[in-house]
């Protein structure tokens, strides 16, 4: 008998294993009987919560499905802003699922599939709202509205599925290849804009200063020569008064000491030559015979 | 939860088989109460015993087994989450615990740790240029049982956060400030940026700080902006130079000012220690002359005369009878005298080779001449 006890004992621990189920904390669950699913007294979706919980054995199936925030996290993708240039945008959503059965007659709930129709969704969101701005306005204005837009556009959608997108945020911009290229020319000409105005505002400065060094060198040199002529002219109009005194004094005697002086300055070389004639006053002893 | 605290004896792993638990003892029990139901007496006998005890042993065994495998270990620095059935239970803090195994599940969770995340990255500023940043964050887990349940996968939900956090911020700052005088702006920008953002996810993550590690220009234009740090020191460069110019322009100036003035006060006294001088001989002559006017002119005169006549050359013509064909060939008379006073260059002048040279000697000897003549 021991066998079939056993065998019964059995049994009963399967069909009791069987009948409960556990939900992790962080899930929900739905429970199909066949294929359809289970409704509470009100008529709506019966959510399993978290803890042990209690179905038919073999006839009911349950569903799982991710309570928490799910991350979409989309490769990035290229669109194009008003101004008709192409940014690769890489954004992500934050969702979760709030109605799980709406989310599992929407999905199957399967997750893939449903990031892949909410994907789609946020990119026309995000698209139809890039291009409505500049690249300016993308990156430096709204993008916190831009966000807001994009997140008011899907939530519709959104509540098809079941879902709630919590959150889209756009966590790189960037600019393809060719318009990069333009941003760093325009950068280097803006910094060679500004190494050029640092070298000639040195430049500037430095003639200011050479200037005043030399204007004030000239102006100390035109006043030393100012001093040196009134000091010259004083020592000429001393040396005339000088002259003036001694000389008024006879100026017959002068006239003749200067005369004398000058002859002797005209007539000091040998290549000097005097043609004399013996009728010169100085040569009158000479022709005292004749005379 | 301790094993041992009250209100949780049933999972005691030693003993108390008592009470309406429903583990393993009372299977045992309950194996019992069946096979005497069941009326196994007859064919039963020692060998039923014999099983009936080894199965009590082989239960006893999964008992303690089962109780041991229990035990578990909370870190000082860790929490452990609780989950009884899949349903969040409990926080147990550091020791040595037990859990009944299979009912509920741990966690452990450090909430000590200051855990790193970096976001860097080329980003583009509000005037439209592009900078390399890197910004480090540092958090901790406040709340285990959000950091565990709330979201799927926080640590990278928070680096996303960041890097969005990160671009938003830096997308409202010129390049100069990010480079330069706003760092402390960007850093505390992002960090409250991050806050907000990651709010509404209830990760139970609390940020720490926000590091920001480097801010440059993108290598692309790098070149570009070491030239303009060297213009900046250029431009230093120049108004140094120009004030080494000041420094030298200005004493040079002063030195040859001074010099002017010491010349002309030099040149005043020379002329009027000249004057003085000239004036003297008249001075003392003058009372000679006044004393004897006749014989100090002629004698002046004749003084004079003599030594005009004996430095020079002359010619005497006694013009009465020479009448107007009269042949007087001055320059022989000049050549012929300089050849006299100068018989050196004469002789040199034989010399055909020398003949360049010969001229400068010529010239030279003239000058000599002229300074002999004034004496």
């Known amino acids: ?143 916190d509205e831009l966000q807001r837009e994009a997140l008011r556009s899907t939530r519709s959608d959104a509540s098809e599925l079941g879902i709630e997108v919590v959150d889209v945020r756009v966590k790189q911009i960037n600019l393809p290849r060719e318009v990069s290229e333009y941003i760093y020319d325009r950068m280097r000409a803006q910094r060679e804009a500004v190494a050029r105005a640092h070298r000639s505002e040195g430049q500037e400065k430095a003639e200011v200063i050479r200037a005043g060094a030399d204007a004030t060198a000239t102006v100390i040199v035109a006043e030393a020569e100012r001093e040196s002529r009134t000091l010259k002219g004083a020592g000429d109009a001393a040396a005339a008064k000088i002259y003036a005194d001694a000389y008024g004094q006879n100026p017959e005697f002068y006239s003749l000491l200067r005369s004398l002086d000058a002859y002797r300055a005209a007539f000091s070389n040998k290549e000097d030559v005097l043609v004399l004639s013996p009728d010169s006053e100085f040569f009158q002893y000479m022709n005292s015979k004749t005379r | ?148 349940f709330s979201v799927t996968n926080p640590d990278q939900s928070l680096s996303e956060a960041l890097d969005s956090a990160l ?74 130079e120009a004030t080494a110019y000041t420094r030298q322009v200005e004493p040079q100036a002063r030195g040859r000012a001074e010099r002017m003035l010491r010349e002309a006060s030099a040149y005043k006294e020379r002329v009027v220690l000249e004057a003085e001088g000239e004036v003297a001989r008249f001075t003392s002559l003058l009372p000679q002359y006044e004393a004897a006017p006749e014989v100090t002119r002629e004698r002046l005169y004749l003084e004079t005369m003599e030594q005009v006549y004996s430095s020079t050359s002359k010619v005497m013509v006694d013009n009465k009878e020479g009448g107007s064909m009269f042949y007087l060939p001055l320059d022989k008379i000049i050549q012929g005298q300089s050849q006299n006073t100068q018989m050196a260059p004469a002789q040199q002048q034989s010399a055909p080779n020398r003949s360049v040279r010969t001229d400068t000697t010529n010239d030279r000897a003239g000058r000599s001449t002229t300074r002999q003549g004034r004496n």
């Open chain 1, 1 to 143: 008998m021991n066998p079939r006890n056993l065998i019964i004992l059995l049994v009963i621990a399967m069909v009791g294993f069987l009948s409960i189920f556990v939900v992790e904390e962080g899930e929900r669950a739905i429970v199909k009987r066949f294929g359809v699913i289970q409704t509470d007294a009100a008529g709506d979706y019966r959510i399993y919560e978290p803890g042990l919980n209690i179905k038919l054995p073999l006839f009911d199936n349950v569903e799982t499905m991710n309570a928490r925030i799910l991350t979409l996290d989309a490769p990035a993708d290229r669109f194009v802003t008003s101004e008709q240039k192409d940014l690769m945008v890489d954004s992500y959503v934050k969702w979760r699922i709030v109605d799980f059965g709406q989310f599992f007659l929407a999905t199957q709930g399967n997750q893939l599939m449903a990031e892949s129709l909410l994907q789609s969704k946020i990119n026309n969101g995000l698209r139809s709202e890039f291009g409505t701005r500049t690249i300016r306005e993308i990156v430096s204005g709204s993008r």
């Open chain 2, 167 to 240: 671009r938003y911020v830096v997308g409202h700052t010129t390049m100069d400030n990010i480079l330069t005088v706003g760092r402390e702006q960007v850093r505390s920008d992002t960090w409250a940026e991050l806050d907000g953002i990651i709010e509404p996810y209830d990760m139970g993550i609390r940020v720490v700080d926000v590091a920001f590690k480097e801010a440059r220009p993108p290598e692309e234009v790098k070149p570009a902006f070491d030239d303009a740090i060297a213009a900046q020191e250029d431009e230093e460069r120049y108004v140094q």
């Open chain 2, 1 to 148: 939860m301790a094993w041992n605290e009250p209100g949780n004896q049933g999972k005691d792993p030693w003993g108390n088989r008592g009470g309406k638990d429903q583990g393993p003892p009372d299977l045992d029990e309950v194996f019992r109460k069946f096979t005497s139901r069941f009326g196994g007496g007859g064919n039963g006998g020692g060998s039923g015993n014999l099983s009936k005890m080894g199965v009590a042993l082989v239960l006893v065994g999964a008992v303690i087994v089962w109780g041991l495998s229990g035990l578990y270990k909370v870190e000082e620095a860790e929490r452990g989450v609780v989950l009884q059935f899949g349903q969040y239970h409990d926080l147990v803090g550091p020791g040595l615990k037990w859990k009944p195994t299979f009912v509920q599940t741990v966690y452990p969770i450090n909430i000590q740790r200051v855990n790193r995340l970096n976001a860097s990255g080329v980003m583009l500023t509000q005037d439209e240029n592009v900078v390399t940043v890197q910004m480090e964050v540092q958090y901790r887990i406040e709340d285990p049982r959000k950091y565990l």
